[in-house]
């Protein structure tokens, strides 16, 4: 890589090729065993003598900081290490500042190290993953001609992956569409933010669950959209409950997060009709309805539309991992070219390499292995949490009955919100990770269910789950 020393007006040279150096040494741009350019190189990069650079790497050396080794060049020495603990160098905090609505934006904690128990929402087990099948599908694709082209692909994304999406969904979740109605996003959160820009313009309305998912309404905040906060009951959205001013409604009906409830046949329909009446569209986030539990699912609200009001939203970071960051939309004709341009002006593209890998890994019948087996272990994870709740925690604790996804829901019966944080509190100094249900809620939207919280079961090992409920029903004890 080439060393950038700005020279221009400068009188002492090989002074300010050793300042510059050195700068970086302490700033650790260069560490140790890093090789400097050789001075032939960045006398010439430099324009330069290439004594002058002969000058400035002695000055370097007889500091000890750089080393010379015959025939091999010159390296950043051990003592430069030292060098940068001495002197760190301070960069002011700049004049620019963000708009404000940023500083209501909450970033999620990234831990360094896992809980010993954890049942947060939101992961799944990545361990679960066929690593031989992922690796031979991620190596087949980077031998592919597509994944190594020098040009730009359509906002789409990767044919291949579309097409294998829309076989997916049409088998798992009778999803009527063609390869041409799907756009591949980083994950569900892009296709929640390409479709706000491209149906909502700042001050207009969108109807969200409450309570519901947090990041989405961080992101409509910050495109200055208007939410209004809908309750959720045991039927899921309460349509009877929805403001006419609103444009979109965003939806999870498969499994509404963090309730865990299924929007009813009946409620379906009604918002359906609803949308007709108001001439709104719908958002259907179905993020992991991939893991099923129980009787035949539900019709999605995509098949149950017939006027294409319906945009169908799907994401991997459940079935394969939140990392990849790779999801999908499914939308009507009528918005398809306006989502290919928002796609465009957003990042171009999602990654072909990584949707080329998951569309032979999906196309080689793995996935659907893959989800096949993960079901299974998640299931006997999902009975055993609801069987101990029901059994230990009924004093406390009353679960909704649910049988798709990766979390669990149970409402306190008389504790505050105040009494269940201090709680999960408690747990949390004990090593068991758990999320209280009101702090999910964004004010000022309202929410009408008790508090309560919420039981991920993605990421805990089936065999922690007794001890990690165990030490959670002690802390309700104290
Ligand atoms: C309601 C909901 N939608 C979508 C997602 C997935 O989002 P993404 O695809 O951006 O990772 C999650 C993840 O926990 C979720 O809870």
């Given at each position: 890589m080439a060393f950038h020393v700005n020279l221009v007006g400068r009188k002492d040279l090989s002074g300010e090729i050793y300042r510059e150096i050195r700068r970086a040494i302490v700033d650790r741009r260069l560490r140790p065993g890093d090789r400097l350019p050789p001075s032939r190189e960045l006398a010439r990069d430099l324009v330069v003598a290439r004594a002058t650079v002969t000058v400035a790497y002695e000055r370097l050396a007889a500091e000890g900081i750089v080393a010379v080794r015959q025939g091999a060049g010159t390296f950043v020495s051990e003592l430069a290490a030292q060098a940068g603990r001495d002197k760190p160098t301070q960069r002011s905090n700049g004049v620019l500042h963000p708009r404000q609505i940023w500083e209501s934006i909450l970033l999620?904690?990234?831990?360094?190290?896992?809980?010993?128990?954890?049942?947060?929402?939101?992961?799944?087990?990545?361990?679960?993953?066929?690593d031989r099948e992922w690796r031979q599908a991620v190596t087949r694709a980077l031998r592919s001609s597509t994944t190594t082209a020098g040009a730009y692909e359509h906002p789409a994304g990767h044919r291949d992956l579309r097409t294998a999406i829309v076989r997916h969904i049409g088998i798992s979740r009778s999803v009527k569409a063609s390869a041409d109605d799907v756009i591949i996003t980083n994950g569900t959160q892009q296709a929640l933010d390409l479709l706000a820009r491209v149906l909502l313009a700042p001050g207009d309305g969108i109807a969200v669950e409450s309570p519901g998912y947090a990041p989405p309404k961080q992101l409509f905040k910050t495109l200055g959209?208007?939410?209004?906060?809908?309750?959720v009951d045991r039927e899921g959205l309460v349509v009877d409950a929805l403001p006419c001013d609103v444009r979109v409604v965003y939806v999870t009906p498969s499994h509404q997060y963090p309730l865990s409830v299924t929007l009813t046949l009946a409620r379906r329909q009604a918002l359906l009709a609803w949308a007709e009446r108001n001439n709104a569209a719908i958002i259907e986030d179905d993020y992991d309805s991939e893991f099923r539990f129980g009787e035949r699912p539900l019709e999605p609200l995509q098949t149950l539309d017939t006027k294409g009001r319906v945009v169908y939203v799907g994401s991997f970071s459940k079935t394969m991992m939140p990392t990849l960051r790779l999801g999908f939309l499914v939308t009507p004709p009528s918005l398809?070219?306006?989502?290919?341009?928002?796609?465009?002006?957003?990042?171009?593209?999602?990654?072909?390499?990584?949707q080329a890998a998951l569309a032979r890994f999906i196309d080689d019948g793995a996935f659907a292995r893959h989800v096949r087996r993960a079901t299974a272990i998640y299931r006997q994870r999902h009975e055993m949490i609801a069987d101990i709740i029901s059994r230990d925690f009924t004093d406390h604790l009353e679960l909704i009955p649910s049988t798709t996804g990766l979390h669990i829901t149970a409402l306190t019966r008389t504790m505050s919100a105040h009494?269940?944080?201090?709680?999960?509190?408690?747990?949390?100094?004990?090593?068991?990770?758990v999320q209280v249900l009101s702090s999910q809620v964004l004010s000022p939207l309202a929410m009408r269910s008790p508090p309560g919280i919420m039981l991920g079961y993605g990421a805990i090992p089936t065999a922690h789950i007794e001890e990690g409920l165990c030490l959670l029903r002690a802390c309700f004890d104290e």
């Open positions: 999620p904690t990234v831990l360094d190290k896992p809980p010993q128990f954890d049942f947060r929402t939101g992961l799944c087990d990545a361990s679960l993953l066929p959209i208007r939410m209004l906060g809908v309750p398809r070219a306006a989502l290919h341009k928002a796609k465009f002006v957003s990042d171009f593209h999602s990654s072909i390499l990584v009494q269940i944080a201090a709680v999960t509190r408690r747990a949390a100094e004990r090593g068991v990770a």
